[in-house]
């Protein structure tokens, strides 16, 4: 099946500083990736939808400002945390559909763990 | 807006016995439904995918039934094993490829 990497798989930062999450899809193409949010025991909640070549749309509450969204290539999707606080602590997931596939399955990355001190 | 229950937190049966999750939505109507499995710290696996004109789904030892009339799906794994034992979420689409998830139910096979 498809794959899609996520680097780092952990980080630990400080207050205030900035933290980028790159999403890969290793196999396929994919004009469009997902990012979610997970905090412990709940469910992912999607942030945000990354496009190819045009801007990000942003769910309702997800700062636009606060969670930068660069989709450079058909391959890779980069959400950065700016400023990030204590309470951006989370699991960070990214998704793609591939292109052109009309079955919807989503390949999931293997997430990566924030922790803001 | 949306709404999805998974019928509990946590389940527990014993090896070799059928396991059954349920996902209950409102206000919405989805196309298809989704069930996938996650692990401690992964990523969530794409199991099955069900359509809205598609009563039953079989992949294995799974098994999905989507019942658009009652906004339900069940999936089962039968003969269940300890490597089945994970959080397995469903998800509805919502459009272009969107999805909503549940919340989860976390199986533990107790050999």
């Known amino acids: 099946g498809a794959v899609v990497s996520q680097h780092p798989s952990w980080v630990i930062c400080k207050s205030g500083t900035s933290v980028k999450i790159e999403c890969r899809s290793l196999d396929f193409q994919a004009t469009t990736m997902f990012w979610y949010r997970q905090f412990p025991k709940q469910s992912l909640m999607l942030m945000a939808t990354?496009?190819?070549?045009?801007?990000?749309?942003?769910e309702q509450g997800v700062e636009k400002d606060k969670f930068l969204i660069n989709h450079a290539s058909l391959t890779l999707s980069t959400l950065t945390v700016t400023s990030a606080h204590p309470e951006d602590s989370s699991f960070y997931i990214c998704?793609?559909?591939?292109?052109?596939?009309?079955?919807?399955?989503?390949?999931f990355g293997p997430g990566t763990r924030l922790t803001v001190l | 807006s949306q709404k999805i229950e998974q019928n509990s937190e946590a389940l527990n049966i014993q090896e070799g016995k059928t396991a059954t999750l349920t996902c209950n939505y409102t206000n919405y109507s989805p196309a298809y439904l989704q069930w996938y499995r996650q692990d401690p710290g992964r990523g969530p696996v794409f199991l099955l995918l069900i359509r809205e004109n598609e009563k039953e789904k079989r992949k294995e030892r799974l098994k999905v039934t989507f019942d658009t009339t009652l906004k339900q799906s069940l999936f089962h794994i039968t003969a269940s094993q300890p490597a089945d034992s994970a959080t397995y979420l469903c998800a509805l689409d919502v459009g272009a490829n969107n999805l909503f998830f549940g919340t989860g139910t976390r199986l533990t096979v107790i050999p």
């Open positions: 998704s793609a559909p591939p292109s052109g596939r009309y079955d919807n399955e989503q390949f």
């Open positions: 990354s496009n190819e070549g045009s801007k990000a749309t942003y």
